[in-house]
């Protein structure tokens, strides 16, 4: 077959588990078809992934529609490729349309959703994502299981987070962190809990991103670390886009640091058993990228495999 002519479609994304810091691999069972040249996952995996590879979430409130948008355009612009809206802000709907508008490939959502209706909203909007302080039943039992919009519930306890878990919840958020213990907290509670994805909302510090995330946090909420209320006050933009562009590469730092980005193709490795020959980069064809994990077809026998970015093994 010829290179330039193999195609391949990721038919079904069966699976997306994170990988704990006491992990050594993660498995991605996929399905594999000839039939399409594009790469296909549903939209909450790719949510996920963008989360995940962010490290950061910007959680936004303001006092009026329009300095909301100005501090959104100046912390994407500083590099956030995740933005939360908080329902108190004015408008709130009709700025994240005009976000959705401007920033297409951002990671858009609407933060502290306590309403099904408000929820069915965002959506309508454009949201990608919904967040609540809480475990919300309404929208849990409405949204839980869709492949189009992420809800990510607030838990608290061990209870809520295994409750939300089993509910069907692919990422929670632990909330108020920082009142719970801050990392440490996070680093005790992945313990049980390895297999849940966590976003540690309240209370963090830019200079804390690494610290959550080196404990298993999948990434981190940042408020006011990125939305000085004195710059949101006095409209000095300059000041937040310089905030997001410190959180943004204190992320990035993280999640190297925690997941090695390695081109894997360079790599030398077994195709396992469809193709029992070493494969290198002239023999494969890159197909999808994650911060944990890289998926790569072999062009011989057109068989996705992932290997683990930690210890370069196929899994």
């Given at each position: 077959?010829?290179?330039?002519?193999?195609?391949?479609?990721?038919?079904?994304?069966?699976?997306?588990?994170s990988?704990?810091?006491?992990?050594?691999s993660?498995?991605?069972?996929?399905?594999?078809?000839?039939?399409?040249?594009?790469?296909?996952?549903?939209?909450?995996?790719?949510?996920?992934?963008?989360i995940?590879?962010s490290?950061?979430?910007?959680c936004?409130?303001?006092?009026?529609?329009?300095v909301?948008?100005e501090?959104?355009?100046?912390?994407?612009?500083?590099?956030?490729?995740?933005?939360?809206?908080?329902?108190?802000?004015?408008g709130?709907?009709?700025?994240?349309q005009?976000?959705?508008?401007?920033?297409?490939?951002?990671?858009?959502?609407?933060?502290?959703?306590?309403?099904?209706?408000?929820?069915?909203?965002?959506?309508?909007?454009?949201?990608?994502?919904?967040?609540?302080?809480?475990?919300?039943?309404?929208?849990?039992?409405?949204?839980?299981?869709?492949?189009?919009?992420?809800?990510?519930?607030?838990?608290?306890?061990?209870?809520?987070?295994?409750?939300?878990?089993?509910?069907?919840?692919?990422?929670?958020?632990?909330?108020?962190?920082?009142?719970?213990?801050?990392?440490?907290?996070?680093?005790?509670?992945?313990?049980?809990?390895?297999?849940?994805?966590?976003?540690?909302?309240?209370?963090?510090?830019?200079?804390?991103?690494?610290?959550?995330?080196?404990?298993?946090?999948?990434?981190v909420?940042?408020?006011?670390?990125?939305?000085?209320?004195?710059?949101?006050?006095?409209?000095?933009?300059?000041?937040?886009?310089?905030?997001?562009?410190?959180?943004?590469?204190?992320?990035?730092?993280?999640?190297?640091?925690?997941?090695?980005?390695?081109?894997?193709?360079?790599?030398?490795?077994?195709?396992n058993?469809?193709?029992?020959?070493?494969?290198?980069t002239?023999?494969?064809?890159?197909?999808?990228?994650?911060?944990?994990?890289?998926?790569t077809?072999?062009?011989?026998?057109?068989?996705?495999?992932s290997?683990?970015?930690?210890?370069?093994?196929?899994v």
């Amino acid at each position: 077959m010829d290179t330039a002519t193999a195609t391949l479609s990721l038919c079904q994304w069966l699976s997306y588990s994170s990988l704990s810091s006491s992990s050594t691999s993660m498995r991605m069972p996929v399905k594999v078809s000839c039939k399409s040249s594009q790469l296909s996952a549903s939209p909450v995996d790719k949510t996920l992934c963008q989360i995940k590879n962010s490290g950061v979430i910007a959680c936004l409130r303001a006092n009026s529609a329009e300095v909301a948008l100005e501090a959104a355009n100046a912390a994407i612009a500083g590099g956030i490729s995740v933005l939360e809206i908080v329902m108190s802000t004015p408008g709130v709907f009709e700025v994240l349309q005009q976000l959705v508008k401007e920033h297409p490939t951002t990671a858009l959502g609407v933060g502290t959703i306590l309403r099904i209706e408000d929820a069915k909203t965002a959506i309508n909007s454009g949201a990608k994502f919904l967040m609540s302080p809480a475990i919300v039943k309404d929208i849990m039992d409405y949204y839980i299981h869709s492949e189009e919009i992420l809800y990510i519930p607030g838990t608290m306890t061990p209870t809520e987070i295994l409750s939300a878990s089993d509910a069907g919840a692919r990422m929670v958020k632990v909330y108020p962190v920082s009142a719970l213990g801050g990392f440490q907290y996070i680093s005790a509670i992945k313990k049980p809990f390895p297999h849940v994805s966590m976003v540690a909302s309240q209370g963090i510090t830019i200079d804390s991103i690494g610290d959550y995330i080196s404990r298993g946090a999948s990434s981190v909420v940042l408020s006011d670390a990125i939305f000085d209320k004195e710059a949101i006050a006095q409209h000095n933009f300059d000041k937040i886009y310089n905030l997001a562009y410190s959180a943004t590469l204190l992320a990035n730092k993280a999640c190297k640091a925690q997941f090695p980005l390695l081109d894997l193709r360079s790599q030398p490795h077994h195709c396992n058993q469809h193709c029992p020959s070493m494969i290198t980069t002239a023999d494969q064809t890159f197909v999808s990228f994650t911060a944990a994990c890289a998926l790569t077809c072999c062009i011989r026998c057109l068989h996705v495999h992932s290997m683990c970015l930690k210890c370069c093994a196929t899994v």
